[in-house]
């Protein structure tokens, strides 16, 4: 195919029905589940639910454009509420790492119930208190039991994004990963499938945040959590190398996870971002201001230049995402495009809604209007998959050929 | 269907160019921009690739291949060689390509020149030495005078190549932007060499036009005329495409110098200050690129890309001379000293902002 920038009709079709629900159903309850936090959105849910039951976004998108299917439709529902997105019942962050590092059979297993019944929720808890993007670090430990053939799993995990969801409901599953020796590394480092309902994890807090607040940010607490062995995602020997060199496909299957999740979050930053520019096209244009796109750059005021620049920047930020999305739907590698559109996209929005906010004055700052909610709901963008500064690091590792041993 | 990859075909052509940036282009840069002087072998070079030729119709001998995407590949690649070669290169488009669309039978039947054995520079002139240049409204005037028409204005920025025998000028007909092709020697038409910060190996002319008079079928296209919006969103991508070259060269030689120079004992691109700045710059450049690709598509569809054209000539330009600024910042010392490229990079860079339609996809 050339270069096309031509969107499939299913790509549109599926654009479509999503912006229908972020236009009459996540618009209307922005505001009342921001300020309630943490409260189970079902009108929402339900929706969602009704819409998407037995048919993942992959399965619609026709060939060689799913992923860039659901980035598209991943933006649309963050342009209507990227708080009130983390709480679609789907298998989230929880399906990424089993489909990435899972046999089929094991995702037929875990995903096959997000097709049947009532809304469940996936979740993946990588974060501890002392071990954010250093994953290496990790504390949480899992032990095999040979007797009867569990992992029993020890310790806490904080940011799960909708781990209670995901382990208050009947079919969830929360991906977590730990550590099966320390001595190890990051080659010690396994994922795990807790089903909802497997005594000793339970959610222990939910954080209050700046923004995303429809979102349950959990804290989970595993003690003697036990799984069967068949719950471990990829496989169980440990290779003591350095991983980058020896190809361990334990950890890398899980890193796996980010090249397919980075995409999404990208799509979710330039949804927000989205809202705040058309927001504030619209408001100017109700003032009778119409960006001109042809004024030549002495006749261009503040607010077009300013208005310009983060079009050019949102764009920017949309095109690194469906490039890397598009690389996954041709099965290309692309660790580094997709830590490219996240380092982007993520910043471009926390500057694009912090900008709206200062061009709408009064208006921006107000909770008459959504403005604030969404610079708030942007900087989670900059900041969880993996920091502005942890995908720095990755595409200079790539771009300088170093090793993660060289480029610490 | 959305895709970012170039065609078989296309990605031949970006070989091609690409290699004989490196071989051909690169290594006369600095001697080109320190004498002030276009290496002439090298035009000739590059007119036996066909680049220009090769999007011109077959009717008049070309390849009939104009595609905007494509015409930005080359740009790209042709900058990363040196911007004012590749603007050199490229000239002969500036008078070609907007005769090929929009010139009638007779303008068109001096095209033939352009894909014949030599190369033949091509000009147009539409900046005007004045802060406030504006392409869609020039202060230079045409104003109709019994059968033909009287110009009379200035512009600056005029590619002005030894050997071309006419330019293009952007004027204001009677209330609307046309283009009107001007000889070279026409009574009343002066030009002066110029003296730029960068692209000093382009030979670029500042001219007055003081009662040029011209006849009625030097107005490009008659009384159709010419489409000034999709003209200059042409030279947008083009000059967008560019900087990305430009902006892709200038990060080449920091990430290539920071892998090398050793900083207590270890490469400085084991720095994270270096090594952030370096994927910063990956990262704009990309971003840059596909904007100014999908400006390019745009034009290739028919449709009108003003406001893509400009969003991409924007962000490049911005992004070019970051990235130029903080390859100098890079290399430190040896980035403000001649012996580097990343100060003649940075010099470049910057004129993105001030140039339009030197170049044409």
């Known amino acids: 195919m050339p270069i096309s920038f031509d969107p499939n009709p299913a790509t549109i079709a599926g654009r479509e029905d999503m912006h229908e629900i972020a236009l009459n159903v996540m618009r209307p309850i922005s505001r009342k589940y921001d300020d309630l936090e943490h409260e189970m959105p079902w009108e929402y849910v339900n929706t969602m639910w009704d819409r998407t039951l037995g048919k993942t976004g992959k399965a619609d998108a026709g060939p060689g454009d799913g992923m860039v299917t659901v980035c598209v439709q991943t933006e649309e529902l963050c342009w209507g509420d990227a708080g009130l997105y983390l709480r679609t019942p789907s298998p989230l962050l929880g399906g990424s790492a089993v489909a990435a590092a899972g046999t089929p059979a094991q995702r037929e297993r875990f995903l096959a119930p997000f097709r049947q019944g009532r809304p469940k929720w996936g979740a993946m808890a990588i974060t501890e208190p002392q071990a954010g993007s250093d994953a290496a670090a990790i504390q949480t430990t899992a032990v095999f ?97 350095d991983p980058a060199q020896a190809g361990d496909k334990g950890f890398k299957g899980a890193m796996a996870t980010f090249d397919a999740s980075r995409p999404i979050v990208a799509a979710m930053a330039v949804g927000v971002g989205r809202a705040a520019l058309d927001f504030v096209k619209e408001e100017l244009e109700r003032q009778g201001i119409v960006i001109r796109y042809d004024a030549p750059p002495r006749e261009q005021t503040a607010i077009e230049r300013d208005v310009i620049d983060m079009e050019a920047e949102l764009q920017a930020a949309r095109l690194l995402t469906w ?62 998959e993996g920091t502005q500064q942890i995908n720095q690091l990755i595409v200079a590792r790539r771009i300088l050929d170093y090793s993660s041993s060289v480029l610490r | 269907m959305i895709d970012f990859q170039p065609t078989d075909e296309q990605q031949l052509v970006i ?34 690739l066909g680049l220009v030729a090769n999007a011109l119709p077959e009717s008049v001998g070309g390849g009939g291949e104009r595609s905007a995407i494509t015409g930005a590949l080359v740009a790209e690649e042709l900058a990363w060689g040196d911007l004012a070669i590749a603007l050199a290169i490229l000239s002969p488009g500036l008078t070609a390509l907007p005769i090929a669309e929009w010139g009638d039978e007779a303008q068109k039947a001096g095209l033939k020149r352009f894909v014949g054995s030599g190369f033949v520079p091509g000009s147009l002139a539409i900046v005007e030495p004045r ?22 204005g200035s512009k600056c920025f005029v590619p002005w190549l030894d050997g071309g025998a006419e330019t293009l000028v952007v004027a204001d007909a009677e209330g609307t932007p046309q283009v009107f092709v001007v000889p070279r020697d026409a009574a009343g038409l002066r030009a002066e060499r110029e003296r730029n910060m960068g692209i000093s190996a382009l030979p670029t002319a500042e001219l007055q036009l003081s009662g040029v008079r011209v006849p009625e079928g030097a107005r490009l296209g008659g009384a159709k005329g010419v489409d000034l919006r999709r003209l200059v969103a042409q ?69 009108d890309a003003t406001r893509e054209a400009l969003l991409a000539r924007r962000q490049a ?45």
């Open chain 2, 131 to 152: 802060f406030d240049s504006d392409p869609f409204r020039p202060a230079t005037r045409a104003r109709r005078d019994g059968d033909g028409w009287v110009l009379d």
């Open chain 1, 323 to 384: 490039r890397a999305a598009k690389m996954l739907d041709r099965g290309q590698r692309n660790n580094l495009e997709a830590s490219m559109a996240k380092a982007k996209a993520g910043l471009a929005v926390t500057k694009i809604t912090q900008k709206a906010v200062e061009l709408l004055g009064p208006l921006g700052y107000s909770k008459k209007l959504l403005v604030e909610k969404w610079m708030r709901d942007a900087k989670i963008n900059d900041i969880y």
């Open chain 2, 235 to 303: 030279g947008r991508v083009a000059l967008a495409a560019m900087a990305v070259g430009v902006a892709r060269a200038a990060f080449e030689v920091a990430r290539d110098y920071a892998k090398e120079r050793q900083v207590f004992g270890v490469p400085v691109a084991t720095k994270q200050a270096i090594a952030f700045k370096l994927a910063d710059m990956a990262i704009e450049i990309d971003g840059a690129r596909l904007l100014t690709w999908e400006a390019a598509w745009k034009l290739d569809r028919g449709e």
């Open chain 2, 15 to 48: 070989d091609t160019v690409r290699q004989f940036a490196q071989n051909e282009i690169r290594p006369l840069a600095r001697e080109c921009e320190e004498a002030g002087k276009l290496p002439e072998k090298v035009l000739s070079a590059a007119h036996e």
């Open chain 1, 145 to 241: 039991d040979e007797k009867t053939n569990e992992w029993v799993l020890n310790g806490t995990k904080i940011f799960c994004t909708a781990g209670q969801g995901a382990l208050d409901y009947e079919g969830g599953i929360v991906v977590v990963w730990a550590t099966v020796d320390k001595s190890a590394g990051r080659a010690g480092i396994k994922s795990f499938v807790v089903p909802a309902g497997t005594p000793g994890i339970k959610v222990v807090g939910l954080e209050k945040k700046l923004g995303i607040r429809a979102s349950d940010t959990a804290t989970l607490v595993l003690e003697n959590c036990r799984v069967p062995a068949d719950n471990l995602l990829g496989k169980a020997e440990v290779k003591k190398q």
């Open chain 2, 317 to 361: 330009a911005r992004v070019a001379l970051e990235v130029a600024d903080g390859a100098v910042q890079v290399l430190g010392g040896h980035g403000y000293i001649r012996d580097y490229l990343p100060e003649l990079h940075l010099r470049n860079a910057r004129g993105f902002a001030c140039f339009e339609a030197m170049a044409l996809v």
